[in-house]
Each structure stands twice: as structure tokens, then as C-alpha cells.
């Protein structure tokens, strides 16, 4: 079965630098969740998109911003990178917004 | 304030062993989600189940099972016969259910715990 496929697997970003992580979620999915997890540390819900518009948003720094495109898949923008943005960020979708989760296998950034 | 709560950081287990995972929730909403999913050491995010608030029903899925009691607010997940292959972090998580569809919004994880399985 198609899963959520997330792109890159892995980033290495110097501080103030930008970065783009890619979801495509899965087919007829059209809720996408974003994720940051800490090392050692559980997933913190940053924002979500029903059908292309923000569903709700959590703890999300402003130097971030993210978008649902027309079909489906989303990007997360990441900007004047820092340290602690250093991550392993999940990608999650599900065909409704009162369907359980299923998550990416995430990217893996590392800012030096 | 939702909270989940996973008392237990880390267990170590023999293989063959039965091991129960912790999870007490708060929550001040009278109908919500609560799921575990399992992480492995390659990383991704396998989802394992979901209850809502309003079954309270066992339920066991090969040597996986959970139990869930709303009067202490618990969600237990017991792995019968561990074996090697469990060996992973393990999260409970809580979401509200938004409106009377039930949109379930965002996951509170707890703080996971880790299993490790020795042969």
C-alpha cells in the first residue's frame, strides 16, 4: 500500500540557512500534519491543512511557514535555520480529519 | 491542559516475557482519541490503534492488547510474549475530537517509553 513519502530523507543545513521539506501524502489523503521531534524527545504537532487551507496550528516558529498545494502534497519552509531546529520532522495524512494518522518516515535535519 | 503521561522511561525485558506500557491521560474534553504507536530504532511512525472516549472495550489484536478505563483514566497496551522485533519506543497520545464529526485535530504524545527485548 502507498504510504506518505516524505523528501529529502536527510538534510544538512548551516545556521541561517533556508530549507524546504517535501509531503506527499497519501492517495485521496487530503489532511496533512507536520511534526517535530526532538532527540530524545516525543513529536510536537507544529501545524495541519484540510483540503488547502491551515486547520490548525500549534507550536510553530514564525521563522517557519507551510502550505497545502492543489494536489494534496505540502511543503514546509524553514528559515535562518538554528541549532535546535535540528530534528527529525514527520509528515502525517489521512483521508479525513477524524481518521487516525499515518505518518512518513520523516526527514532528518541537521543544522550545523 | 491535555497531558499524557508515560511514567515508565525505559523497560527491559527477556524475550518471551509479558511487558504492559503505561499511559494516564488528562483531559477536560468529554470526547476524544487516544492512540499508540510504535517507533522503531530506524525511526518512522507506526500507528498501532485508536480508541475514542466512548468505547471502552478491550481489545487484542495478536499479542498486542490494550485496555482502556476511563474511571482512572488509563490506556494500558500490554505485548504478550515479547519478542526481539518489539524491541522500539513506544508512545500513547490523546487528541480532542473538534466537533460532532469528530475532526480530531492535533496528537499530545507522552514522552514515550523505551522497550528493549534481549533474546
Known amino acids: 500500500a502507498a504510504g506518505v513519502i516524505q523528501s529529502p530523507r536527510h538534510l544538512i543545513k548551516e545556521k541561517r540557512e533556508t530549507a524546504t521539506l517535501k509531503c506527499y501524502p497519501i492517495?485521496?489523503?487530503?489532511?496533512v500534519y507536520w511534526y517535530q521531534q526532538g532527540p530524545g524527545q516525543d513529536p510536537q504537532f507544529l501545524i495541519s491543512?484540510?483540503?488547502?487551507?491551515?486547520?490548525d496550528k500549534g507550536s510553530i516558529p514564525d521563522r517557519f511557514s507551510a502550505q497545502q498545494f492543489s494536489d494534496y502534497h505540502s511543503e514546509l519552509n524553514m528559515s535562518s535555520l538554528e541549532l535546535g531546529d535540528s530534528a527529525l520532522y514527520f509528515c502525517?495524512?489521512?483521508?479525513?480529519?477524524?481518521?487516525?494518522?499515518?505518518f512518513g518516515n520523516g526527514t532528518r535535519l541537521t543544522v550545523t | 491542559a491535555q497531558k499524557v503521561t508515560q511514567a515508565q522511561t525505559e523497560i527491559s525485558v527477556v524475550e518471551k516475557e509479558d511487558v504492559t506500557l503505561d499511559c494516564v491521560y488528562e483531559t477536560r474534553d468529554t470526547t476524544y482519541y487516544l492512540f499508540w504507536y510504535k517507533q522503531p530504532p530506524s525511526g518512522e511512525l507506526v500507528f498501532l490503534i485508536r480508541?475514542?472516549?466512548?468505547?471502552?472495550q478491550n481489545e487484542i489484536s495478536g499479542r498486542y492488547s490494550w485496555n482502556f478505563q476511563k474511571s482512572t483514566s488509563s490506556f494500558n497496551f500490554t505485548i504478550t510474549a515479547s519478542q526481539v522485533v518489539d524491541s522500539a519506543v513506544y508512545f500513547c497520545?490523546?487528541?480532542?475530537?473538534?466537533?460532532?464529526?469528530?475532526?480530531?485535530?492535533?496528537?499530545?504524545f507522552g514522552k514515550g517509553t523505551k522497550l528493549s527485548v534481549k533474546p
Open positions: 492517495p485521496r489523503h487530503d489532511t
Open positions: 480508541r475514542n472516549s466512548f468505547d471502552e
Open positions: 497520545a490523546l487528541s480532542e475530537a473538534r466537533n460532532y464529526g469528530g475532526s480530531q485535530g492535533n496528537l499530545i
Open positions: 491543512f484540510y483540503e488547502k487551507m491551515q486547520s
Open positions: 502525517a495524512s489521512s483521508p479525513r480529519p477524524d481518521s487516525p494518522l499515518h
